[in-house]
């Protein structure tokens, strides 16, 4: 069983910039979920997506967008990068939306914002 | 809104002896789930234990036991015959229950040590 894998390790970019990272969701999940953790705090929930539609959304602008394909794999995008985006972006993949499935984390991008 | 409070920034353990991590956290629901997760330096969340509120009895799993006190709202973690990799950073996560409500709320952690 193929746990969650995401990509790349680390980034830079500059502000202002756009961004895309990716997580591959276990196999069988089929809910991914997107945490940003700032370094030293617990992670803060983004987005969720089950079935390739949002479903749920925490407290970050629009400039944060995602989407889930068809095999459930999923991207984060944020646009106009600011140096308070500078995080470490986790990703949860569950069997299925709801709280009865535990949520199990990728490794995290590293993205650094200059 | 729900939130998490870890009161221990750093905790530290001999080991093979027990450590406590205090979480609490406040909710107007009645249904929830509380989890541990640990966090080793090579940053990959892993579970730790997790608890449903409607069951009375605290969850076990191996050297790891929670204390969970709903009318409280405190859960702590109880780390037994501590190991030198329990060393890592510990969140107290909590998620609603039913519908959209699977996201996590954290805590900011409590770093644990282990000395040898």
């Known amino acids: 069983e193929t746990g969650v894998t995401q990509s790349p390790t680390h980034l830079i970019k500059t502000r202002g910039q756009q961004v895309t990272l990716r997580c591959s969701s276990q196999?069988?999940?089929?809910?991914v979920s997107w945490y940003q953790q700032a370094l030293g705090q617990g992670p803060q929930f983004i987005f969720q997506y089950y079935r390739e539609e949002e479903n749920g959304r925490g407290n970050f602008p629009p400039r944060f967008s995602g989407l889930q394909f068809p095999n459930y794999s999923s991207e984060l995008n944020v646009n106009a990068l600011e140096l308070d985006d500078s995080a470490l972006y986790l990703c949860?993949?569950?069997?299925?939306?709801?709280?009865?499935?535990?949520?199990?984390f990728g490794p995290g991008t590293r993205l650094t914002v200059l | 809104a729900q939130t998490v409070t870890q009161s221990q920034p750093e905790m530290s353990v001999q080991e093979a002896e027990t450590v406590t991590l205090s979480c609490t956290y406040d909710?107007?629901?009645?249904?929830?789930?509380l989890f541990w997760y640990k966090q080793p330096p090579s940053r990959q969340m892993i579970l730790v234990i997790r608890?449903?509120?409607?069951?009375?009895q605290n969850a076990t799993e191996n050297r790891f036991s929670v204390n969970f006190q709903k009318a409280a709202k405190s859960f702590s973690l109880k780390i037994s015959d501590s190991q030198l990799g329990d060393a890592a950073m510990y969140f107290c996560a909590y998620s609603g229950y039913g519908g959209s409500q699977g996201n996590l709320i954290f805590g900011k952690g409590t770093k644990l040590s282990v000395k040898p």
């Open positions: 196999s069988g999940h089929n809910t």
């Open positions: 608890q449903e509120a409607y069951k009375q």
């Open positions: 949860a993949s569950s069997l299925d939306s709801g709280t009865t499935d535990t949520q199990y």
């Open positions: 909710t107007s629901e009645s249904d929830y789930y």
